[in-house]
T-cell receptor, first 112, second 109 residues
Framework: AQSVTQPDIHITVSEGASLELRCNYSYGATPYLFWYVQSPGQGLQLLLKYFSGDTLVQGIKGFEAEFKRSQSSFNLRKPSVHWSDAAEYFC??????????FGGGTRVLVKP | DGGITQSPKYLFRKEGQNVTLSCEQNLNHDAMYWYRQDPGQGLRLIYYSQIVNDFQKGDIAEGYSVSREKKESFPLTVTSAQKNPTAFYLCASHGDTQYFGPGTRLTVL
């Protein structure tokens, strides 16, 4: 069965600093991978997705992610964090039936 | 304006009562999903439906029921058999990817 691990439960970063969120997946076939962001009490918003092709994918809000098959990873990055990036971030892998399996999430706190 | 609506945003119920959460989409998507979110546990799949009049259990279906009589609607009933129903519930539909509603926070007193 597929699984997703986000090793960091919390990350604190200073405004203007770079951010990297880790995601490792386990899936037998070629994975379809996603990053979502959730503000408190809100639904999930899709940041970016990887289906195939270029392993570096660009998303909204200045985020990017790199798919590394050899490491079973799909890490999310942003060069310069803004206070509005404080939120919880979820990595997910899509399995049969278009079902998503989510990681436990990483909560990002931005210091001024 | 296309999207997914969930109502109500907050819901309070007494223990032992059934409660139904609404999910409506106007994206013309065939597939719809219900997730439960608890702090620190990510999202877990309760039920999903690939097409009208058909649905399947997800990973944590016990104590929940659904119906899919219309393409636009996928209501979730939290029954009294659900042992720990207090949680944040998210509905989603699938087009090229999954799109989520704003969620309903259910508190059972």
């Amino acid at each position: 069965a597929q699984s997703v691990t986000q090793p960091d439960i919390h990350i604190t970063v200073s405004e203007g600093a770079s951010l990297e969120l880790r995601c490792n997946y386990s899936y037998g076939a070629t994975p379809y991978l996603f990053w979502y962001v959730q503000s408190p009490g809100q639904g999930l918003q899709l940041l970016l997705k990887y289906f195939s092709g270029d392993t570096l994918v660009q998303g909204i809000k200045g985020f990017e992610a790199e798919f590394k098959r050899s490491q079973s990873s799909f890490n999310l990055r942003k060069p310069s964090v803004h206070w509005s990036d404080a939120a919880e971030y979820f990595c997910a892998v899509r399995a049969a039936g278009n079902k998503l399996t989510f990681g436990g999430g990483t909560r990002v706190l931005v210091k001024p | 304006d296309g999207g997914i609506t969930q109502s109500p945003k907050y819901l309070f119920r007494k223990e032992g009562q059934n409660v139904t959460l609404s999910c409506e989409q106007n994206l013309n998507h065939d597939a719809m999903y219900w997730y439960r979110q608890d702090p620190g546990q990510g999202l877990r799949l309760i039920y999903y439906s690939q097409i009208v009049n058909d649905f399947q259990k997800g990973d944590i279906a016990e104590g929940y029921s659904v119906s899919r009589e219309k393409k636009e609607s996928f209501p979730l009933t939290v029954t009294s058999a659900q042992k720990n129903p207090t949680a944040f519930y998210l509905c989603a539909s699938h087009g090229d990817t999954q799109y989520f509603g704003p969620g309903t926070r259910l508190t059972v007193l």
